[in-house]
């Protein structure tokens, strides 16, 4: 199981799809050391799974080094998810001195234009002193990149910064509808054919230039790699509630970051095991296995055996329920439609 705990609401940067919106309103009343002390005695008597610290930007919590040193044992590791542009060497050797499996850095470009656009000026060089730092000190490294129209087509360069930094991936990841996105969500996220586009594009890249490219994006490469799979009529299997859950900086827990409505208990007053078995928890977990049809447009869709119904976290996203419509639709693609008709 794998648990994103957002150690701060705060950051840096003013990225233009950030998400923190759609989790707090107004002032955040943070974990404190207290409470992350409590959760680490119970993660330890759950037994429990890979955990990844994330934000806002941990680099802003004080006692980031701290937490890392108080998660570690027995964990399977400690990852980071930064935006880079706080790491130093002094903070890179930190985290190899703790032990750290992975510090994964959010760049969407590899040229200042491309990156400042999404994350503003100026972001682009701190974020890769920080990506070198780390190179430097020996962390394992993940490039995280998230696209939009405004940086699709800058897509290998990015790659080639991964390998050039030799990231243990490269992850292209679509921008979803939520927090400071969502009231420019149609002109942020790209079209059927774009999507397809990026999704060849990805596959050469991994073919061909660097394999540990990786990202939802792929999942747009059945179409254009494979027949109609073989399947059972049911729901894109999901782990969310059951492989994984995100914990945000105010306590509050939820079955995934693509659903932040979804309020299932607050570990500064509840145990996380009773959080786990809430109602919101089981309802998404009883997704699994229920049949496509009860998806809206799914039933009679020519195309629906390559996407199982999407994703329910995007659905949910855009449409307010578990059974909506996936916006990352194929029904529009020309490639898919001219392979179901094939």
Known sequence: MDVFLNVTSKC???????SSASFYDGEVDELTGDDMRRL?????????????????EPLLRRDLFDLVELFKPRRRGVGINSNGTLIDGDAARRMRALGVRQC??????????TNAATRGRGALARTLSGVEALAAAGVPIAILCTVSRLNYRGLREVARLGREYGAENVSFNTVNCQGKAAPRYSELMLDAAQRLQVAQELLDLRANFYPRVSGDFLV????????PPRWDGTLLPCGAAKEICVIGADGWVFPCDKMPMLKCGNVKREDIKAIWNAEPMRRVRALAGQPVRLVADCADCAHVSYCAGGC???????????????????????????????
């Open 40 to 56: 680490a005695a119970r993660f330890d008597e759950l037994g429990l799974f890979r955990l990844k610290l994330t934000g806002g």
């Open 12 to 18: 840096n940067l003013a990225c233009v799809y950030c």
């Open 220 to 227: 747009f490469s059945f179409a254009l790699t494979s027949p």
């Open 312 to 342: 329910r976290g995007d659905a949910f996203l855009a449409t307010g329920s578990l059974y909506g419509r996936d916006p990352l639709c194929y029904a529009h693609s020309p490639a898919v439609t001219e392979r179901a008709r094939a």
């Open 104 to 113: 994964a850095v959010s760049l969407d470009g590899a040229d200042e234009a």
